[in-house]
């Protein structure tokens, strides 16, 4: 895929044309933040070229992002990159703009943080958007990624350092549709998410 890391040329300069189409698309919707992915460190894509090639992709981003008043949230994925919110916090304050920040994902950093932490060093300047989904630990694979009350996530502690940074913004659910009665999800979401909002734990 066009990954904003990717060594070649053509290839990476196609990923940031397409994220500028997506800020116009943003805009049309009327979306405050847009999902930006990083990309992956490979043998073949070191971490340290893969951090200058990201941050000269976001640098000609930059500009698009805040005339249209559209953020970048760079989400922590699992990519082999920016596992400590001290590096992601302090990758996103070199652009200097509000409107590059932080797409957090509170599941995709069971396996290698806490995700009370990240929220707490990041701090509501940054957060632009929340994943929640939840992750378990002891399947501890790509399988582990499950409903919301199913993992390992302790999620009184998300949800009070939420508040504590004063997060105003979205909350938004990233898990699969129930293999049978799927439209059944929708409702266990609404309501777990009604738990957390509320503070009903």
């Known amino acids: 895929y066009y990954t904003l890391m990717h060594p070649e040329d053509k290839i990476w300069k196609t990923g940031i044309d397409l994220v500028k189409k997506l800020i116009d698309l943003a805009v049309i919707m009327e979306a405050p933040n847009l999902l930006v992915v990083p990309g992956v460190v490979t043998s073949t894509v070191s971490y ?14 930059k500009e698009d992002a805040e005339k249209k008043k559209v ?50 060093i990041l701090g509501k300047e940054r957060i ?45 659910t990233e898990v699969p549709p129930y293999p049978f009665c799927p439209e059944e999800g929708i409702w266990d979401i609404s309501r777990k998410m009604d738990i957390l909002i509320n503070g009903d734990y």
């Open 128 to 172: 632009l958007n929340i994943h929640l989904k939840d992750y378990s630990e002891t399947i501890n694979n790509i399988r582990g990624f499950t409903h919301l009350f199913q993992g390992s996530v302790p999620w009184a502690r998300v949800m009070n350092a939420l508040k504590d940074i004063g997060y105003m913004g979205y909350l938004i």
């Open 48 to 61: 340290d070229f893969g951090y200058k090639r990201l941050e000269e992709a976001i640098w000609k981003l």
């Open 71 to 120: 953020g970048l949230g760079i989400e922590n994925i699992w990519g082999k990159f920016l596992y400590s919110p001290l590096e992601m916090r302090d990758f996103v304050d070199r652009f200097k703009s509000p409107y590059i920040g932080v797409h957090f994902d509170v599941g995709n950093v069971i396996q290698y943080g806490y995700p009370d932490q990240w929220i707490r």
